[in-house]
């Protein structure tokens, strides 16, 4: 939250936009102008994400409006199992934490406050018209446009703060749940967890925003018309209607043409308010029964033909047909191989339909019945009774509303191309995950052929003439290499399924696929060829996408849009990345877990959370939280500690066997190279496999211990999502988007030229070496570090707690994953950036803090450094940049008649001149010398005498204080 320059209380989510607008509505002047209907906030806004949870709940785009009244928005949806959370008084709670009540009236606030939290005060009849009371007063008074101070107050300011507020609320449960908001309530799906998730909802908020509080009451059934037309429905007889075809007020209205919200009660007439309420309960129980209930029964007993046109004038008036609604009986079913039918199928055939079939159920309008399929196999169906009780209790995870192609016949005497066209026309015809069908058809067919002994590829061909006829006339090899179903062009590039399912820009896959459409004469001129089908690739009418999360043998593995981990069959989904190992949580229960664990801790014993989030950023890559953290991570430990270990227990994980290259490390261990060389930049590349970027021995020699200001630039922008430009030998120049989670294992610390670098450079410590400190199990045994390496168990125990930390790094607010990456809790300090010998230098001479280095010249201080810490080879030029990293300038200074060059002095210019004042007046020293000087002998004492009138100056000059801060030495 936070409370701009306008007094409008904004939140993260408010869109640049809205606060635009409500800065120009504040403005007196801009909102005066003659306008009949007076300006409007904003046109309607439209939500761009497609919600649809299943197939029989079909929905129009939801739209926003953020008017001068509130925010208010509409799902056109028929939905089952909401939640409606209102907030009590927003106004008036809003312009309370604004100050925009004066006294009289925040007495008020206070004592409605008051009120309510006595228990049971519902039951009090006093206190209920004394709360009523006081409500009204309060919205009367925060309805005012014109405070008469001259200001354009009270209403807006609260307004539109509450508006952001209610945004902000929206985001916090997902737009895709939220179903209706009228301005100071909203109704959504209830999610998994709710109780605990509004606990939390509501402290969240509460700390925020003084004197906020909600009420929250479940439904089983809500009909959404529009955001201030709605039912909601528990039963007959616990129901809200707020539509204005058949509401109490509506039909009162009607009636009498006067509004029950403005007569006073003595004006009612009460038979027509008898009346009014009567038809309100007859249509609800209409609507009810007929669409939440077995058939129509139990509707009042009337005439057969009056009740079907009486529900359906209810259905329109209540908005049923405009959500597209099917009014249709939901079955639900599940398909098994028959094992004692089925003995005679062949093992891949079994293996292949059981995977297709496994973990999903499928919706029908009519049941579903076992039946032998196209290979030949007998298929159960069972139903499934209670969904809910079934997706509870089981894996699966999956609502298919239309059926795979493994699961159908073919006719007695049909031609497997006939089958085809069929087949093809169905897909075409449910318009839902086509791609995935397509795929499944292609391999049942492949299948087919290889269990009847016919041409694989022959079929495949006019499989892919028969899908390609709909949309193409005239097809250049781009479009047919673009519409096979084993490839997708992202950023331009062309990606071929491998053998493994997973999408790769290898050039031997490549190839291998581009030739399959090649004519003999243009596979002479191959590379020609080849250049060119690339190029028209880059065209903007071929775009795919890979979906994130990680496919394994037997698993497609994600995460969902509430951040929770999912797997799936692997046929579903092109996903970006392959994972050697399934994801299994029973793995917590196991040794090598613990192990796992022991590790970890071992090698970041003080900044474990942030080991383990570090991992966890493996899968957000493609997320705004890398973005948004801006960090990458430098390992810094003694040699042996177990950097390298970790670095090749995730190759384990997401390495090809036998393959040249790593997923994990770079293609370059030469950080400077790796951002700023083309050809390294594009080996790099994520559709290149690439998860993250691991750089070992990083401090080979002192010159590579350097990463430049041209490097931390690249770094700056990686770490942010942005692409860069390069090419690798024989390319020409594309997008190249790098893995933005970037760690540097090292045994000294980098050097960063660049102070923006430095400032998104993390550290963790890693102290002790596994010789010292070695990996344990459960028994307190030591564990070999090969055996623990080459174990398939603790690669499985480390992508569990990859996927666990990603959930929970997702579901985090900004404010708690921008705390685990807190510097305050990183080995770095001002020193962290420095040579290790510079620091030890530093140490053992004494030198303690800023102030004690004030005032010396710096080449003075470097001939000492070289000389007592044997780096002969050591550069000035190098050496005054990490002078300058500590937050020193070098300045030339005139004193005492004589010109010192690169005096190392702070950006107090009076302190520096004070301190140089001081230290000859008093001790006979100049810049030059870095000691007091024996007037007999000239010898020149320490270092430490530089240390001088510390306290002195301490207290002389507070707004200095970094000068004099100690400096935190890692040991």
């Given amino acids: 939250m936070l409370i701009d320059d306008t007094e409008i209380i904004t939140f993260s989510t408010t869109p640049f936009y809205l606060i635009e607008a409500e800065c120009l509505h504040l403005n007196k002047v801009f909102n005066s102008k003659p306008d009949d209907d007076g300006i409007k906030l904003l046109p309607e806004q439209k939500n761009d994400e497609l919600i649809m949870t299943n197939a029989f709940e079909h929905m129009v785009k939801t739209s926003f409006k953020f008017t001068n009244n509130g925010i208010y928005s509409a799902t056109k949806t028929i939905a089952d199992d909401v939640v409606q959370i209102d907030v009590h008084s927003m106004l008036p709670t809003f312009a309370y934490n604004l100050g925009l009540l004066n006294n009289y009236y925040k007495k008020l606030f206070d004592r409605k406050k008051r009120i ?143 509004s029950l919200r403005k007569l006073k009660s003595e004006d009612v007439d009460q038979n027509v308010v008898e009346l009014a309420q009567a038809k309100e309960r007859r249509s609800i129980k209409m609507l009810n029964n007929y669409l939440f209930q077995e058939g129509i029964d139990g509707v009042d007993s009337m005439d057969q033909a009056e009740k079907l046109n009486n529900i359906k004038q209810i259905l329109g008036e209540a908005g049923v047909y405009d959500t597209q609604y099917l009014i249709t009986r939901k079955y639900y079913s599940y398909f098994t191989l028959d094992e004692e039918n089925n003995t005679q199928g ?22 579903l019945k076992d039946r032998t399929n196209i290979l030949n196999q007998s298929i159960k169906a069972t139903e499934v009774k209670d969904i809910d009780d079934y997706l509870e209790n089981t894996g699966a995870s999956v609502i298919s509303n239309y059926l795979p192609s493994v699961l159908d016949s073919i006719g007695e005497g049909q031609s497997i191309e006939d089958w085809l066209k069929y087949e093809v026309h169905k897909i075409r015809q449910t318009n839902v995950e086509q791609v995935y069908q397509y795929n499944i058809l292609a391999l049942t067919t492949q299948i087919w052929a290889s269990l009847h002994h016919g041409n694989a590829n022959q079929l495949g061909n006019y499989l892919t003439k028969l899908w390609q006829s709909k949309y193409l006339d005239k097809l250049d090899v781009a479009d047919y290499i673009y519409n096979d179903p084993n490839t997708l062009v992202v950023d331009g590039r062309l990606l071929v399924k491998d053998e493994r399912g997973t999408y790769s820009t290898k050039e031997s896959v490549v190839n291998h696929l581009l030739k399959k459409y090649f004519t003999k004469k243009e596979k002479q001129q191959f590379k020609n060829n ?122 384990k994980n997401f390495n090809d066997q036998g393959q040249s290259g790593s997923n994990i490390r770079s293609n370059t261990q030469n950080v400077n190279q790796a951002f700023t060389n083309g050809r390294h930049i594009a080996l790099n590349d994520v559709k290149n496999g690439k998860v993250m970027l691991w750089f070992d021995d990083f401090q080979a020699n002192e010159k590579r211990n350097i990463i430049t200001a041209n490097a931390g630039t690249v770094i700056n922008g990686v770490i942010s999502g942005m692409a860069e430009t390069a090419s690798a030998k024989y390319e020409v120049d594309h997008p190249v988007t790098l893995p933005s989670l970037i760690v540097i294992a090292t045994n000294a610390m980098p050097q960063v030229t660049q102070e923006g670098t430095a400032a998104r450079m993390f550290v963790i410590n890693s102290p002790k070496s596994l010789k010292e400190d070695p990996i344990k199990d459960e028994q307190g045994r030591v564990v070999k570090v090969s055996d623990f390496i080459n174990n398939p168990k603790v ?133 030059d010398q870095l000691g007091s000087v024996d007037q007999t002998t000239g010898e020149i004492t320490t270092l430490k005498t530089w240390r001088y009138k510390y306290d002195e100056f301490k207290k002389k000059y507070p707004q200095s204080n970094a000068v004099f801060t100690p400096f935190e030495f890692n040991n």
């Avoid at 990345?577 to 994801?583: G, K, P, T």
């Fill in 530 to 651: 080849k250049n060119n089908v690339l190029a028209l690739l880059t065209d903007e009418k071929y775009q795919d996408q890979l979906g994130d999360g990680f496919q394994s043998d037997h698993q497609a593995i994600f995460l969902d849009q509430n951040a929770e981990i999912r797997t799936d069959s692997p046929f579903r989904y092109q996903l970006n990345h392959h994972v050697n190992v399934d994801y299994d949580p029973t793995i917590v229960n196991s040794s090598e877990y613990f192990q796992l664990n022991y590790f970890l801790k071992h090698l970041a014993p003080k900044a474990l959370k942030q080991l383990k989030a570090m991992l966890g950023l493996i899968p957000l890559q493609h997320t705004d939280i890398m973005a948004e953290l801006r960090v990458f991570i430098v390992l810094k430990g003694k040699s042996g500690a177990g950097k390298s270990t970790l670095a090749t227990l995730l190759e």
């Fill in 346 to 367: 062949e093992d891949y055939a079994n293996r292949f339909t059981k995977e297709v079939l496994r973990n999903q159920v499928f919706l029908s309008n009519c049941r």
């Fill in 116 to 258: 309510e939290a006595i228990p049971n005060y519902q039951n009090n009849t006093e206190l209920v018209k004394e709360r009523n009371a006081i409500k009204l007063k309060l919205n009367l008074y925060c309805s005012t446009n014109d405070s008469g101070q001259g200001r354009y107050v009270n209403r807006l300011l609260a307004v539109y703060s509450s508006m952001n507020f209610m945004f902000d609320v929206l985001n916090y449960w997902g737009l895709s749940n939220v179903i209706n908001c009228l301005n100071d309530g909203f109704i959504m799906r209830v999610p998994n967890n709710f109780e605990d998730r509004y606990l939390k909802f509501k402290d969240h908020y509460q700390a925020e925003i003084s004197g906020l509080t909600f009420s929250v009451k479940k439904w089983k059934h809500a009909i959404i018309k529009s955001p201030q037309e709605y039912i909601l429905i528990n039963s007959d007889n616990d129901y809200k209607c707020r539509n204005h075809s058949f509401d109490v007020n509506s039909i009162y209205q009607a009636k009498t043409g006067k």
């Fill in 795 to 927: 690669w499985q125990a480390l992508f569990y707690i990859i996927m666990q930390e990603a959930s929970k790094l997702l579901k985090m607010s900004d404010k708690e994953r921008q705390e685990i990456f807190n510097h305050k809790h990183s080995a770095a300090t001002k020193l962290a950036a420095l040579n290790d010998s510079l620091e030890l230098f530093l140490e053992n001479e004494g030198i303690t803090s800023l102030y004690d280095l004030v005032g010396i010249q710096a080449n003075r201080l470097f001939n000492v450094y070289k000389d007592k810490m044997k780096q002969s080879g050591a550069s000035y030029r190098a050496f005054t940049e990490q002078l300058e990293m500590l937050g020193f300038v070098m300045k030339r200074k005139h004193f005492n008649g004589k010109n010192y060059q690169k005096v190392i002095c702070v950006t107090n210019d009076k302190l520096t001149q004070d301190k140089i004042k001081a230290m000859f007046k008093e001790l006979h020293v100049t810049p």
